[in-house]
Every structure is written in structure tokens, then in C-alpha cells.
């Protein structure tokens, strides 16, 4: 709404509420920066602090003032809960975690779609991506039929959109 709308009341309370992401909910402080959970200062979920990575995204592409800080903690965090698997079929691929200390193995394409988002929102190349986002699309799938897996299609679709290239075609 910000930056669409572009007006300065919308623009300030979109800087306060990022400024509460990041100085008031982020878990640690300084350089101990991490993700996000539901509450302020709790311990980083890989869900949660996905939401909070696109809403940094956004704040900055809006023009407002996003703390280098709360991208470095992010970092970290994805870092954290990041699994590199060397000798997948398609390449260094990495899948991920839910949190460091909670696999979530039945997820991990849908947390891998997640962690692969947040790694290109915050700049990371396609090349250092593209095994990771086929290894999700591989083990997730594409939609047919009648299940539907809203939450993996979201981050899914918006990831291999991203991606482009040859896994979007």
C-alpha cells in the first residue's frame, strides 16, 4: 500500500511497522539477529520469518527505510536452517528446516520453496538457485487433480516464477 499508493500518512505507518519488525519482533539483537516467530524476540520459524523476509522486500522497493541489520539476521537465519545436499541428481541443491532444531522432512518442499524465495528476494543469484528450486518442484510437484496444497502452490509459484527460465516454461 505504500508504494502503490504513495501517499505520506500510508508511507509512515508502513515505516512504523516495519520499524516494530525489526527492532521490536526479530529475534536477538544486533549482530545475534535471526528470524521471526509469531512473537517478539521468540525464536525464528522458517514460515513465519518468510512473511517477514517479502515484507522487508517490499518496504525497501516501496523506498522506505529497512534496516541492513534485519536482512543480515535473515541471512543467518536462512543460513541456519539450510541443509546442502552435494550430491543431488540435478546439482548442489540445498532443502530446508522448519527451524534449526526441526527438520519438518514432510515439508521440506514446501519449506524449500520458502527458503529459496527469501534467497531471491534478498538477492542471491538463479544460478546458485536453480538446483534447490528443481529439487522442491521435483519432490513437490505441480498441481493436477484435486489436491491442492494452497500453502507449497503459493510459495511454490512464486518462486519458480521468479526462477523463470526453463522450470517456469
Given at each position: 500500500?505504500?508504494?502503490?499508493?504513495?501517499?505520506?500518512?500510508?508511507?509512515?505507518?508502513?515505516?512504523?511497522?516495519?520499524?516494530?519488525?525489526?527492532?521490536?519482533?526479530?529475534?536477538?539483537?544486533?549482530?545475534?539477529?535471526?528470524?521471526?516467530?509469531?512473537?517478539?524476540?521468540?525464536?525464528?520459524?522458517?514460515?513465519?520469518?518468510?512473511?517477514?523476509?517479502?515484507?522487508?522486500?517490499?518496504?525497501?522497493?516501496?523506498?522506505?527505510?529497512?534496516?541492513?541489520?534485519?536482512?543480515?539476521?535473515?541471512?543467518?537465519?536462512?543460513?541456519?536452517?539450510?541443509?546442502?545436499?552435494?550430491?543431488?541428481?540435478?546439482?548442489?541443491?540445498?532443502?530446508?528446516?522448519?527451524?534449526?532444531?526441526?527438520?519438518?522432512?514432510?515439508?521440506?518442499?514446501?519449506?524449500?520453496?520458502?527458503g529459496n524465495l527469501a534467497r531471491q528476494f534478498m538477492g542471491w543469484k538463479r544460478e546458485e538457485l536453480q538446483a534447490s528450486v528443481e529439487w522442491f518442484v521435483n519432490k513437490g510437484g505441480v498441481p493436477r487433480g484435486e489436491a491442492v496444497d494452497l500453502y507449497y502452490w503459493y510459495y511454490g509459484t512464486l518462486c519458480v516464477?521468479?526462477?523463470?527460465?526453463?522450470?517456469?516454461?
Amino acid at each position: 500500500a505504500a508504494g502503490m499508493g504513495n501517499r505520506l500518512e500510508t508511507k509512515t505507518a508502513a515505516q512504523k511497522a516495519i520499524d516494530y519488525c525489526t527492532e521490536v519482533h526479530q529475534s536477538g539483537d544486533g549482530y545475534d539477529r535471526g528470524g521471526w516467530r509469531y512473537g517478539p524476540k521468540e525464536a525464528g520459524d522458517l514460515s513465519v520469518t518468510g512473511w517477514f523476509i517479502m515484507a522487508l522486500k517490499s518496504a525497501k522497493v516501496a523506498g522506505l527505510k529497512v534496516s541492513p541489520a534485519a536482512f543480515d539476521g535473515a541471512i543467518r537465519f536462512l543460513d541456519s536452517v539450510e541443509i546442502k545436499d552435494a550430491a543431488a541428481s540435478y546439482g548442489t541443491a540445498s532443502h530446508y528446516k522448519y527451524t534449526p532444531q526441526d527438520e519438518h522432512a514432510n515439508s521440506a518442499h514446501r519449506l524449500t520453496a520458502i527458503g529459496n524465495l527469501a534467497r531471491q528476494f534478498m538477492g542471491w543469484k538463479r544460478e546458485e538457485l536453480q538446483a534447490s528450486v528443481e529439487w522442491f518442484v521435483n519432490k513437490g510437484g505441480v498441481p493436477r487433480g484435486e489436491a491442492v496444497d494452497l500453502y507449497y502452490w503459493y510459495y511454490g509459484t512464486l518462486c519458480v516464477f521468479q526462477q523463470g527460465g526453463n522450470t517456469w516454461g
